[in-house]
């Protein structure tokens, strides 16, 4: 009875992830030799992999990636399509996010710039930083849209809030006046305070043709190149290559991860 209490106030100050360890505790095997600060650390271990869960499906769900189940497990590394899984690996440290660099993915269409930018970027939510995915030319409806009901500045501030912002079809087609300035606006509050993957069919040398105006050009070059890791995707359509073998999509779909006693010490 004293425990049933015990647990009702627990769950008084939303303490869920200590509840559902001591239900389990309840319900499995007793352990007599259990100390109570032994029972206490399990308890604390639990409430902390729970808040933590909790962190990254909120980090994971306010991302809004284009592809939620892609992660840099499942990766394709195929002959000819020029991804190295050294390169990967490293940029799964997400050291990039922390020490604030830019990341490049420039290849044709369907050789998996988008998944590789979600993929980063799951990775980074795993590790503890918000994400946001937006296609280039949403961020512009987006935000014409807010310099006409007046939450312009606001919606700037939201967009500086992400360490990591990913731009999918960067580039797809020539820029407006308008939409140069939003974009020099957005590059220049991150630029050397939070990261931006960049995923684009063009090479960074024809951005200038698409951007239209040469001064606007070399600003937003200067702010995403210079330091940028660069990675240069080959090869097939991955869409056409899945289509017509007997690979299938990834299965993993790691969308969050377990965290574990393990790997509480080691964080």
Not at 47 to 74: G, S, Y
Not at 216 to 223: G, K, L, N, P, V
Not at 243 to 255: L, N, V
């Amino acid at each position: 009875m004293l425990l049933e209490q015990t647990m009702e106030k627990l769950t008084g100050m939303r303490l869920h992830g200590m509840v559902k360890a001591l239900r389990q505790w309840q319900e499995g095997p007793q352990d007599t030799q259990l100390e109570a600060t032994d029972l206490i650390g399990i308890l604390a271990d639990a409430e902390w992999i729970h808040r933590e869960n909790n962190r990254l499906t909120a980090r994971l769900r306010k991302a809004k990636f284009k592809f939620k189940n892609a992660c840099v497990e499942d990766i394709i590394y195929r002959p000819g399509r020029g991804l190295l899984k050294t390169t990967i690996n490293e940029l799964s440290s997400s050291r990039w996010v922390a020490n604030r660099r830019t990341i490049i993915l420039t290849g044709a269409t369907g050789v998996g710039k988008s998944y590789i930018a979600c993929a980063l970027g799951q990775k980074a939510c795993r590790d503890g930083f918000g994400v946001l995915y937006k296609r280039t030319s949403r961020l512009f409806d987006e935000l014409a849209q807010a310099r006409a009901d007046g939450t312009y500045a606001s919606c700037l501030r939201g967009l500086l809030k992400a360490p990591v912002l990913i731009l999918d079809d960067f580039c797809m087609q020539p820029l407006a006046a308008k939409e140069r300035r939003d974009l020099i606006e957005v590059l220049e509050d991150r630029y050397s305070v939070c990261s931006t993957v960049i995923a684009s069919q063009l090479e960074p040398d024809q951005w200038h043709a698409a951007i239209g105006d040469e001064t606007t050009a070399d600003s937003i070059c200067d702010r995403l190149v210079h330091g940028a890791h660069r990675l240069k995707l080959g090869g097939e359509s991955i869409r056409k290559v899945l289509a017509h073998s007997d690979e299938t999509a990834p299965k993993s779909g790691k969308k969050r991860k377990t965290l574990t006693k393990k790997k509480r010490s080691a964080k």
